[in-house]
């Protein structure tokens, strides 16, 4: 009988060609593979891979380069009618990840209403159950592990803290819709100062990240996954935002809807205690800080625990295990809104993990990449900042000469997005554009074509 092929060595080899932005050889994929496996039997595994249309291939023979399809550049003269390129970078899916998608993007009218599946969280064990690999939580810690693993717990979250808690706090915001820009965020939590034109609601969602934050890390040797944590997670993350003040902190005790699922969470209060329980038992069982992390991404939500900020108290929660084993954080760096809803439907609806395990396992390597600086994807180029280097290079550089503060830069930055990105693109632009000023120092500024006298003169100003 021939060989059964696991979906772990599969993903290994997508994962490998995806090191390479402009492709692989077949060399190149087998010496960084780690697998070990026969040269006919990685060509067999490449041509499986290309046939389901996970990887493209170009050329022939020993010409072959293979290429992660999830990021697309098109070339000046494959330009769209409006004469912008398609720079859409996509999370890549497991087959199993694809098909939840799929599921869940299908009318409303076609998904068949359910409610909360008791089994779902009674049929996992910890550390007897996994919803990760081996292989991915093994990857990951390689990926996120500091030089602090051995010092006290939040060390590490410590050291980064400033930059942790603006991407943090921005990052899980927007997930929520919140319009607020990287550099208004910033502004906010390092002078309390409010955008204009925004609605309080979101300043106070902004802030109420910036508090809970502050809880993980200063009390990382005492907190975990406990009532005390969750339900002040929740009291922070949910401060001045629900419609009774009196929920903050407390159990759902009401019956609650949410908007674009056919789900329908328990109303018991009661059992949403036992249930909540068990949660919390669960997920303290589980020794692997990943799979711990996700498990709690999974649950918390499903549950809908709380009568609103469920999500958030989720994504917070997730970095409990890794602040105190110091690893590298979960920021949630540039997931799409809705890769990461429709992974959360897939919870809901099917009770499948597949497709937010993948919006894990890429948020987290994204985040890596910010945070780990030897790790090596911080050298590969990013295709959205290649095409538009000239641009942003001359917006850094009228930010600087100009002496703006950060209050003119932004709308400065929002003006020029609006006027030369087409408006699929003008999130991240902006985005790139504040990460870079944020980023700039006295050693890098010869690449926006600055010089030290209107830097310095600039950074004065920088308020």
């Known amino acids: 009988m021939p060989k059964l092929v696991t979906q772990t060595e599969l993903d290994a080899v997508v994962r490998t060609v995806a090191r390479f932005p402009e492709g692989a050889s077949l060399e190149d994929i087998n010496h960084a593979l780690g697998l070990k496996l026969p040269r006919r039997t990685l060509q067999r595994r490449l ?3 290309v046939v389901e249309q996970r990887l493209i291939v170009t050329g022939l023979g020993r010409a072959s380069r293979y290429r992660w399809p999830s990021v697309k550049i098109s070339a000046v003269s494959e330009m769209s009618a409006k004469g912008t390129a398609d720079l859409t970078v996509t999370i890549p899916l497991s087959p199993e990840g694809e098909v939840v998608r799929q599921t869940v993007r299908a009318p409303m009218q076609n998904r068949h209403p359910v409610g909360y599946n008791r089994a779902f969280l009674d049929i996992y064990e910890p550390n007897q159950t996994f919803y990760l690999s081996q292989e991915i939580r093994q990857r990951l ?4 592990r500091s030089p602090d693993g051995h010092r006290p717990a939040g060390t ?4 980064i803290y400033n930059r942790l808690l603006i991407d943090l706090s921005w990052n899980s915001s927007r997930l929520e819709g919140n319009t607020y820009s990287l550099l208004d965020t910033e502004r906010l939590l390092e002078l309390g100062e409010a955008a204009e034109g925004k609605d ?13 934050i502050e809880l993980m890390v200063e009390q990382a040797t ?24 009196a929920a903050g902190g407390r159990l759902r005790t009401i ?3 949410i908007a674009g699922t056919v789900y329908h969470p328990l109303e018991v209060p009661q059992l949403i205690e036992e249930c909540f329980n068990r949660i919390l038992d669960a997920t303290a069982a589980i020794v692997d800080p990943f799979e711990q992390a996700f498990f709690a991404m999974v649950h918390l939500p499903y549950l809908q625990t709380f009568e609103d900020v469920n999500k958030r108290v989720s994504r917070l929660a997730a970095n409990l295990p890794l602040i105190r084993e110091n690893l590298s954080p979960l920021s949630f760096v540039d997931v799409p809104e809705k890769a990461y809803v429709d992974g959360i439907l897939g919870v809901y609806e099917l009770n499948r993990v597949e497709l937010l395990r993948d919006v894990f396992v890429w948020a987290y390597e994204r985040s890596c990449a910010r945070y780990v600086a030897v790790r090596q994807s911080l050298g590969e180029p990013d295709p959205f900042r290649l095409y538009y280097r000239a641009l942003v290079t001359d917006v850094v550089s009228r930010v600087v000469i100009g002496g703006m503060d950060k209050k003119t830069a932004a709308a400065f930055i929002k003006h ?5 990105i087409p408006q699929e693109n003008r999130m991240r632009f902006i985005e790139v554009i504040e990460t870079s000023l944020m980023s700039l120092h006295e050693g890098n500024i010869a690449r926006y074509g600055l010089r030290p006298p209107p830097y310095r003169k600039w950074k004065e100003n920088w308020l």
């Open 255 to 257: 019956p609650v809807m």
């Open 156 to 159: 590490y979250a410590r050291q």
């Open 222 to 245: 005492e907190i975990g996954f406990n009532r005390y944590t969750i339900l002040n997670l929740h009291a922070l993350l949910s401060e001045n935002l629900l419609a009774n003040p």
């Open 141 to 144: 810690l390689e990926m996120g």
């Open 200 to 212: 309080a609601r979101e300043t106070q969602m902004i802030l109420n990240h910036k508090a809970a």
């Open 416 to 420: 020029r997005a609006e006027e030369d």
């Open 47 to 49: 041509a499986q891979l």
